[in-house]
């Protein structure tokens, strides 16, 4: 195996730029949970993708924020800044014609990394009607920081990506495998199933009440024909708890629905998943709770 090469590729730029959406598409499975609200995504994920004659393991990271007040959010951007630790190649992502303050602010984090191969991938290129108006966008762009490589790219189409994937293995170390051939993701199986159910919670709550939630799972049993899962669903108030569960139980038995379909494919089983939504004052600002918490 002297030619097999193998490394870690980290996916950085601000919130809701589509990391989690090109992190699925490279790994081809849902890995990351995904919405269209920005800090959907909390931690580091790593998606494995395995060939015949390379691994490449790639890091998803949370939405770089400027100055979070928050002590949840200042853990974001700590997974952020060691995600970029022994890395191999960075990805920065950045969307296409939408290049603001939170763009530079990655930016500023990245020049301090040393002897790492740096790509920008341009993402939603499928939104632009005007190529000219984009490249010299991303001329602009270059002139603020040196890559590697640019690739214009569709995280959610596909276009550009199989490009992408092809120069990150061009670029990787020659290096033995750091996980088994028939690895996906470093996280188990109760990280996954708190993560779909949070992703729901995002989906179907209002604007403010999913960034005061967390989900723990207090019960994860096999079995031969099915999967029980107990989930803890956490908020700060009463009145955040009267949300999620909603008038005579609708809303937090829809939201179960939806995660108990998405849980029951990936794991290729059937699931009995039961919730309970209880409360934790200012858990956002606690170290300890946070902890407990899995963060």
Not at 14 to 36: A, D, E, M, W, Y
Not at 51 to 71: A, L, R, V, W
Not at 255 to 267: H, K, P, S, T, Y
Request: positive net charge; glycine residues 4%; proline residues 3%.
């Amino acid at each position: 195996m002297s030619e097999f090469k193998a490394g870690h590729v980290c996916i950085i730029g601000k919130p809701n730029v589509g990391k989690s959406t090109l992190l699925n598409r490279l790994v081809n499975q849902k890995i990351s949970i995904v919405t269209r609200k920005p800090q959907t995504t909390r931690w580091r994920i790593n998606g494995i993708k395995n060939s015949n004659s390379s691994q490449i393991i790639f890091i998803d990271t949370p939405g770089f924020q400027i100055n979070p007040k928050i002590t949840l959010n200042r853990h974001m951007n700590k997974e952020v800044s060691n995600s970029l630790l022994f890395v191999d190649i960075v990805i920065f992502v950045i969307e296409a014609l939408n290049w603001n303050e939170l763009d530079y602010n990655v930016v500023k984090l990245l020049k301090n990394i040393d002897k790492t191969k740096l790509f920008l991938a341009v993402n939603k290129i499928d939104k632009i009607p005007d190529k000219k108006e984009l490249l010299s966008k991303i001329d602009l762009i270059s002139k603020k920081i040196k890559f590697h490589e640019i690739i214009p790219i569709s995280a959610i189409k596909g276009a550009g990506v199989d490009r992408l994937e092809e120069l990150v293995i061009k670029n990787l170390p020659i290096s033995e495998p750091f996980y088994p051939l028939d690895d996906i993701t470093d996280r188990d199986e109760r990280f996954f199933a708190a993560e779909f159910i949070r992703e729901k919670l995002i989906t179907r709550l209002s604007d403010e009440v999913p960034y005061r939630l967390s989900v723990t799972i207090d019960k994860f049993k096999v079995t031969k024909d099915l999967i029980h899962i107990d989930a803890c669903i956490w908020v700060e108030k009463d009145g955040q708890k009267s949300i999620v569960i909603g008038k005579n139980g609708k809303v937090l038995k829809e939201i179960g629905r939806l995660a108990r379909i998405d849980l029951e494919i990936l794991f290729k089983k059937k699931v009995n998943l039961k919730t309970w939504v209880k409360i934790k004052n200012n858990w956002l600002n606690s170290k300890t709770i946070l902890k407990e918490f899995g963060y």
